[in-house]
């Protein structure tokens, strides 16, 4: 090889070798500013303990979870008690959410993404973690799911994650891991849905509004119902009676309806009674009203309290009284717990699945035991 052949080699490797850095320092220039947030917390700074509520604004909807004496309620329903659970979980995935996919947007990606703050077309959930006070410790806006790949219905599927926002950096959007379901002003997503329990029914009673109904009875929380009032040949369909009862005690929300509905509108003008009377010596009414999709406007009401002595069997010895005493005095301790949020539901409409409703609402005829033909 002669040396000119040798040194043209040489400015060649130089202007290649150059070239190549100057491409790595271009692009690491680039990634720099993403590389150094990448799995940062998204909302740095942000701690639970200074927490006091929980505003979440979406199109047309807003639904603030507010703490108040310890607990966290609903501001917007009355102050009805929100799922503890769902709260905190909400709250620590905020915490936990990292910086990850990154991407610059302007206004329209904004608007394609769902990442406008109310009031503007394209608005996603715009959720504000407040202090005391109502100082702002975070905001956040939640957009669009984000799947890998696209399903064959995007509404009901969960996501894979979600675009989302800070306010204060509007010119990025990132893709967060978590789809992020509570995300919602939805009341039904964060209500506590504890409701009655009338446990060991002895008394269960249908009113209609037009007058029919059936009444059923028991001498003894094993015993068999009666049906009151029982003609010549009618026979109580005993399944049905313990079904009815069973569901007495296994209340439960799906929603609570708006604070405005009107008794017209819900159909608790002329509502149908359902009313228990338990061996423990309470009373639940349940005023039932019109169906509202798969739910039923209801309004409930608990009465007394619960028995404080236990009557002894006969023969019973030292050791059964012991601890049949023992499981009274717990039984009357978990429904002195639960009484107060059972009597606080008298203030509220609340929706209730029409499913748990259908054998307390079952008409007399369906309530015995059909003939053999």
């Not at 394209?122 to 669009?144: D, H, M, Q, T, W």
């Not at 369909?237 to 929603?255: K, P």
């Not at 008794?263 to 061996?279: C, H, N, Q, R």
Request: proline share 6%; charged share 30%.
């Amino acid at each position: 090889m002669s040396a000119r052949i040798a040194a043209v080699l040489v400015v060649l490797l130089a202007v290649l070798g150059g070239g190549a850095l100057l491409i790595f320092q271009q692009q690491r220039a680039q990634q720099a500013s993403n590389v150094e947030t990448l799995g940062q917390p998204l909302l740095r700074g942000l701690q639970a303990a200074e927490l006091a509520a929980i505003r979440i604004v979406e199109p047309g909807a807003t639904l603030t979870l507010a703490l108040k004496d310890g607990r966290w309620t609903l501001a917007e329903r009355g102050g009805f008690p929100a799922d503890f659970a769902k709260v905190r979980d909400f709250v620590l995935k905020a915490i936990e959410l990292k910086v990850g996919q990154s991407e610059p947007i302007g206004e329209p990606d904004r608007a394609r993404l769902a990442l406008n703050e109310p009031g503007k077309d394209g608005a996603g959930a715009l959720i504000e973690f407040l202090a005391a006070e109502g100082k702002p410790l975070a905001r956040l806006l939640v957009g669009k799911k984000h799947f890998r790949r696209e399903p064959e219905n995007p509404d009901k599927a969960s996501g894979d994650g979600r675009f989302v926002m800070r306010p204060d950096s509007p010119k990025t959007a990132f893709v967060v891991a978590d789809p992020l379901a509570q995300a919602s002003a939805r009341s039904a997503l964060w209500i506590d849905k504890t409701a009655y329990a009338a446990e060991m029914v002895k008394t269960l009673e249908l009113r209609l509004p037009d007058g029919g109904g059936w009444r059923i009875e028991r001498a003894g929380d094993n015993a068999d119902w009666k049906l009151v009032g029982a003609k010549p040949g009618e026979k109580l369909e005993l399944t049905r009676a313990n079904s009815a009862a069973y569901m007495m005690g296994r209340g439960s929300l799906a929603d609570l309806a708006p604070a405005d509905a009107k008794p017209g509108e819900t159909g608790l003008d002329k509502p149908t009674l359902v009313s228990a009377i338990t061996f423990d010596g309470l009373t639940y009414t349940l005023r039932v009203g019109k169906k509202a999709g798969e739910n039923r406007y209801v309004r409930v009401a608990v009465d007394g309290a619960p028995r404080k002595e236990r009557v002894p069997e006969n023969s019973e010895s030292a050791e059964d009284k012991a601890r049949r005493d023992r499981e009274f005095s717990e039984r009357v301790k978990r429904i002195e717990d639960r009484l107060p949020h059972e009597k606080a539901l008298a203030d509220y409409v609340l929706l209730v699945p029409a499913s748990k409703l259908e054998d307390m609402l079952a008409p007399r005829a369906e309530m015995l035991e059909r003939k053999k033909p």
